[in-house]
Structures are given as C-alpha cells and as structure tokens.
C-alpha cells in the first residue's frame, strides 16, 4: 500500500466508510492524514479478500484506539457526493427498510465509469506532400484542408476510404495527431432561446412555478391540466428560471419513448438537447453524466426514475411528468416510488418539484386539496382546440360478430377517418396475439414452467411467451399432451391478433404495431412515434405504450377495444388506474389542428369510472374515489407495507408466513406502534396484519409466494413496526426470502 504502510495508527484517522453492498452500518477503517478524506469522498477499501469501493460517512477526527482495523487503500478521483445526497440516501434506507449499503448503490452505480475523461485523438493537415499521393488520399487531404481537425471516423467517412488510409498519411507526414479535450457530455442551454407565448392560465401557472424557483425553497405543486393543455411549456419556463439562477434541473419520466418528442421540443426551446438518463444510454456516458451532475457541468438531465439518484450539484427543480404513471414504482431490490422519493429529496435540496398530470393520483390530489402542494390548473387544451368527443359502444348490444374484436360502428368509424387521410388508433392493453392457447380436443392449456400464469402467443416470433419470467417456447403444430394435431386455438385478442383482423377490414391501409416487446428497443419505438407523427401510417395499434403523453397531430380517432380490462382485479387502484389510463388514450385524439373522436368498447357501460369518462366530469369521479378511499383508511388516509415470502418449496414459503404472523402478535408493547389483537377488529390507531395469503400469481421464477400485508393509520410508525417484527421473526433460511415492500403498488 503505497504511503499508507508506513503510517502508524496513531497518526491515523477514523473514518466511516459506507460500501454499496447489502449492509446497513458503514464499516470503520483506518486512513493516512495524507489522504485528507472527508465525507462523501470515494475511495478504495479491503472488503473481505477483494478490494472495492465505498463512500466516506463520518470521519473521526481524535479518534480513540478501535483495535486492529484496515487501512484505507486510496481516494477515488470523484466527486465528491453532497451532504444532501447522503441524507437522502439515509431516508431512503429508513423508510424502505433496505440496507443502507444498496441504497447508496442507487447512487454510485455508474460511478464505477466515472474516470477522467480520455482526451480525443483529432487529425489535422500538415501541409506536406505525401511520397505518394492517390485519388484517395487526395480526398483525404482535400477534406482536410483549411486547417481544421477531424476525428478519424469524420475524416474517413468524408473521404470515403478506410481509416488505414489516415493512419498511412499520418505516416508519411502528411497529417498529425493532436489531443483534445472530449466533446461536452451537454452543450450550454439558453433559457431565452425560443420563449414561447403562453395563454393566460398557463402563463399564471408559469408565474407560481418560476417565482419558487428563484426563491431557492422547498415548493411542490401539482401541475394538473387536460390531455393538450400544455402542461410541458409551463415547466419549461421553470426549468428557464433555473438556468438563469445557475441552478440544475431534473425532468423525470415514466418511459424512454417519450423522450424522442420530448428532447424535440426542449431544443426548440432551449437550443440544444438535455442531457438523457435511463437504460439505453451506454455504461460510459452514464458514468460521464454522473460525473457532470456532480460538478455542475450539466445543467438539465431527462431520464427515468433512477436519475433520481444522480450527484446534482445545485438541484433547483424537479419535474415529474405524468406523475401517476405506475412506471415509477421500483420493485425489485430497494422498492421505492421515485414520485413520492422526488418529492423527499427535494425538501432535502430546498428545490422546487412541479408533479405533472393530466389525471393526477388520488395521492397527489388529496396532498393539493389539503394544501400540502400547490394546485396549478390547466382546465383547457392550447389554441382553444376541443376536447374529444367520447362515445361508448355497448358490446351486449353493438358487439362484433363471433370471433371479431372490432365491433361495426368502431370499424366503420376507422373507415371513414382514414379515407379522410387522417390517423386512427386501435387501443388494447395486452400484448402478443392471444393470452391463452388450449387444445380444442382434450383441453390442455399451455402454462409457464416457472409460474402460475398462462402463456402468451406471439405469433409474429412463432412462440408462446410468458410475460413474467421471460420464459420462452416454440409453439408447437400437436397437442403434447394428446397429440392432436391442428387442434391448438387461441382464446381472446392480444395487438397482434387485433391487428390481423385490423389487415382483413381495411385491405389497404398502412397499419403499425406499436408494443415494448417487439425487437429494436428504444431506438426502434423512437423510430416508430416519429413516423407515426409525420403521418406514416393511417392506423396504429397498441398497448399502454401510446397512451403516455404523445403528439400525433394527424390522429382523429381513438378506438378503445376492450375498456374493460382492468375493471375486475383485486387491486384498490383497478378503478383510479382505468380511468387515468383510458382518459389518456382516449387524449390522443384531435391534438392537432382537426377535431378528435373516442369510441369506447364495454361491456359495463354504466360502471362509474366508464360513467365518468364518458361525461367529462374528472372531479365527480375523484370526489368519490377518494371517498372510499377515506372510509376503507387506504392511502392517502393510511398506510400499506407488503411482505412477500417466497421459496423453492410452497410448504417453506408457507411457514415462514405464518411464523411471521405468530411473531407480529407476540411482540411486546411499544410506545412507537399497537398491533391489533389476532382475529379481532383493529382500534383507529391500530397496525393490522393481514394473511398470510398465496400471492394472486403464486409461483414466479420458480418460487412460491405468499403475502402478508400491513394496514395501519396514517399516524403509525410502520418502520419501526416492521423492523421489530423482521427482528422477531425467524431467520429466512433454506433458500426463503422476504421482500418488504412499503407503500406497495403491486398487489400480485
């Protein structure tokens, strides 16, 4: 160890180090004076017999003799992480009951790739004559000329030879190499660029958001406003305001896809483009993003809930658009809402966060109607455009004929829209061809290997899919189990079936599939929206994917095939969750300069969330769904938390359950919490445990699951409840497993 063997520990200091692995406590470590570590540095430790990295939490400055501990190897060449950040990252481990360990990995991830940047090799042109000139490499030295530098691939692709033929010239003295710094990972952004002319009630709405902005202090509102109001020009004059003060803003998403348009309009705003943030994005250009946040080099970044966690040096403003999308919610590993961590951090950071949405969660409403945020209201679409006319088609009575999903007045509409030379959409949320194939013969279902769930033909790829595990089979031609052969039927539509139907009634039109699943990734669905927006296609068919916050200016009509389809789960959220989804598809209609339509196919056309879409009328529904909501005590009024115990063996998953449960009724009295008596009705202030119950989809992964879930008064202290009772449960062993999942969204 370079420096550090032949520092005594005496003349050492302390200090915390914090690694982003799954423990909860930092570990303490001897550091040489020389290093001059402080908190938020990074820097490499011994971990066990390997080396890794970790972040400094505390430094003891007159330390007292702690025994034999290790000695930190180096300090990282990163920035260092705020104190900010680090408290966020300590209320996250607090409330989620994650170790504190693998919430600081949320924040350091790509850090890993966070080195100094490389510098870039450019070729210039030296004057001389090379010993033997070519047609090419006259191209070379033509496109070279004027004494500017080019990165080989420029140079090459100008030219149009191979870059051996740089490399020979560079050779022969005829071009030089020189270093130079890399391409910024952002180009400055001018906040007065293209400001645009608001309408009166967004340029109200602009004022609040940006008059918080500068008074560098904590302000949530939500931004709520129809489907077209032009809720994202009244952010970006906060975002405007940001810049101006020096400051940093975040813009949060629920999907990559709606970044292509996004990125689009924020450079005819500003300029130039934000920087991107989510899976898409290469490893190295993350790590150089992180590093920009860090240092202020970057002033606005994009991107999905992990950009969250990002290092920002000065965060002035949060934006969380389509604020109610369950997009946000992480499940796996550290389970938290990036919506409700937003509005944390930005308390943490004295930042302005402005939660966007055209159909707000019942959370988020009830926070602005109670005073907790600020309400901004955008009651009409810009330019005085109508809101589309919604009409629903009784299936019992307008239904299609046997074996159709398009009924005759939906087809017929579909018809007459794309004579007209305009767009229609076909909307139903289930991707592949058919959710469920079965022998007409003997009756044989074909079901996931590893779950509790059927699968799903994709006839496009000849196979049967399992849209939980990712398991993947051919669909075979006989019946496996009684060999039947050309007995396999598809029950029930997916996108794909809907769009063979879609190909048989209108021969002629240009139709697009539009699903998350289809090959090509992120690159491939932006492809498909820009086309979809110049008008490329005369129908559209898709899943939940096209009903988030697009603009498609040539798009009349919105054919809703099954309304129906969320209406009959056990989650408390199936009625708000339907009408948010259903008012946003149904928005797409008539953004632009002609009229919209929505046909809407149910079964239920009386249920109330169809009832009030069909009206308009957003504040009847909302008035009565956070009425049940308030007399069940489920949140906002109360509090949720989930354990799902999962095992190879159901018999295993089963009995740690239990003894969870047993152990919840045998903790003793706390000032912090009352648990409900076993069996009987909970006092107001009480913690109820309800189960445990098979999971509603049992077997995922090859594991078994059952839930236990906490129900509790908005007053208790469910963290400590659940801590005491993790901690007088039994050990998971055996391959068990439980999951806390605290404000769950997830009720399968």
């Known amino acids: ?61 007159a330390p007292a003799a702690r025994g034999n501990l290790k000695m930190v190897i180096t300090r990282l060449d990163r920035p260092r992480l705020s104190q900010k950040l680090r408290d966020f990252i300590d209320w996250l481990a607090r409330y989620t009951l994650a170790p504190r360990g693998m919430a600081l990995r949320l924040a350091t991830r790509a850090a890993e790739e966070a080195a100094p940047d490389a510098l870039r090799t450019l070729y210039r042109a030296t004057g001389a004559t090379p010993e ?99 809720k994202t020009e009244v952010y ?38 934000p920087a991107e943030w989510h899976s898409g994005v290469s490893p190295r250009k993350r790590a150089r993003i992180w ?79 109670r005073g907790r945020y600020g309400h901004l209201k955008l009651d ?78 994709h006839r496009f790829r000849r196979a049967l899919v399992c849209h939980h595990c990712g398991h993947v089979e051919r669909r075979p ?57 110049k008008g490329a296609f005369d129908i559209v068919i898709g899943t939940q994917l096209v009903a988030k916050g697009h603009n498609f200016p040539h798009l009349t009509l919105v054919g809703v095939v099954d309304a129906d389809l969320g209406l009959g789960s056990g989650d408390p959220r199936a009625a708000e969750r339907t009408f948010q989804l259903l008012n946003q598809v149904t928005g797409r209609a008539g953004r632009g300069d002609k009229p919209g339509r929505a046909l809407i196919q149910t079964f239920q056309p009386d249920h109330p969330v169809i009832a009030a879409l069909l009206s308009g009328d957003a504040e009847k529904f909302y008035a009565q769904e956070i009425a049940l909501r308030e007399r069940a005590g489920l949140p906002p009024f109360g509090r949720l938390a989930a354990l799902i115990v999962s095992a190879r063996d159901a018999a295993a998953a089963e009995a740690h359950a239990r003894a969870i449960t047993r152990a919840a009724h045998d903790l003793p009295p706390s000032p912090r919490y009352r648990v409900a008596a076993l069996g009987g009705l909970p006092e107001a202030d009480e913690i109820m445990l309800l189960g445990p119950a098979e999971a509603p989809i049992a077997l995922i992964r090859g594991r078994y699951r059952y839930r236990l879930l906490v129900k509790a008064p908005r007053s208790a202290d469910v963290q400590s409840f659940l801590r005491d009772l993790i901690g007088a449960s039994p050990k998971e062993r055996g391959g068990v497993r439980v999951q806390i999942d605290v404000d769950p969204q997830n009720f399968m």
């Open 477 to 533: 031609d006989v019946c496996p189990e009684c060999e039947a052969e050309d007995s396999l039927a598809a029950c029930g539509p997916g996108v794909e079936r809907l769009a063979e139907e879609a190909a048989t009634l209108f021969p002629d039109a240009r139709i697009l599939v539009l699903s998350s699943d289809f090959p090509g990734g992120a690159e491939r669905l932006r492809r498909e929206l820009e086309e979809i927006a």
């Open 236 to 273: 970006f004059e906060a975002i405007a305001a940001a810049l101006k003060e020096g400051g940093q803003a975040l813009v949060m998403m629920p999907e990559i896809a709606l970044t292509a348009q996004f990125l689009e309009r924020f450079a005819t705003r500003f300029g130039e483009k």
């Open 291 to 369: 590093r920009a946040a860090a240092t202020g080099e970057l002033s606005v970044v994009a991107g999905a809930r992990s950009a969250l966690f990002l290092p920002f040096r000065d965060l002035r403003l949060i934006v969380v658009d389509e604020e109610h999308e369950g997009a946000y919610k992480q499940d796996d590993g550290v389970s938290y809402h990036a919506r409700d961590m937003a509005v944390v951090r930005a308390r943490m950071e004295d930042a302005t966060i402005a939660l966007a949405s055209a159909t707000p969660s019942i959370e988020t409403r009830v926070n602005a109607q």
């Open 132 to 230: 033997r000139l070519t047609p090419t490499r006259g191209r070379v030295l033509a496109a070279a000329e004027g004494g500017m530098a080019f990165t080989k691939k420029a140079l090459a692709d100008a030219a149009a030879c191979s870059p051996g033929v740089i490399d020979a010239l560079v050779d022969d003295g005829a071009l030089e190499t020189i270093a130079a710094p890399p391409d910024p990972i952002a180009r400055p952004l001018d906040p007065d660029h293209g400001a645009p002319l608001l309408e009166p009630a967004q340029l109200a709405a602009a004022q609040a958001l940006t008059a918080a902005v500068r008074a560098h202090a904590y302000k949530p509102f939500l931004l709520e406003g129809v489907t077209g109001a032009g």
């Open 1 to 61: 160890m370079s420096g550090a063997e032949d520092t005594t520990n005496s003349q050492a200091q302390i200090v915390e180090v914090l690694p982003p692995v799954a423990v909860d406590a930092p570990y303490s470590y001897f550091a040489p004076p020389a290093l001059g570590l402080q908190p938020g540095d990074s820097v490499k430790i011994p971990l066990g017999t390997r080396e890794a990295y970790g972040v400094v939490w505390a430094v003891d400055a």
């Open 380 to 457: 009409a679409r810009a330019g005085s455009r109508p809101m589309p006319l919604l009409e629903s088609i009784d299936m019992r009575v307008e239904g299609p004929p046997r074996g159709r999903w398009i009924a005759p007045r939906l087809a017929l509409a579909v018809g007459e829209t794309i004579s007209r030379g305009e767009q229609a959409l076909l909307f139903l949320n289930r991707r592949g061809y058919a959710p469920l194939t079965l022998c007409r013969v003997c009756g044989h279902r074909f079901r996931c290997e590893n779950c509790d769930a059927w699968l799903v033909e």
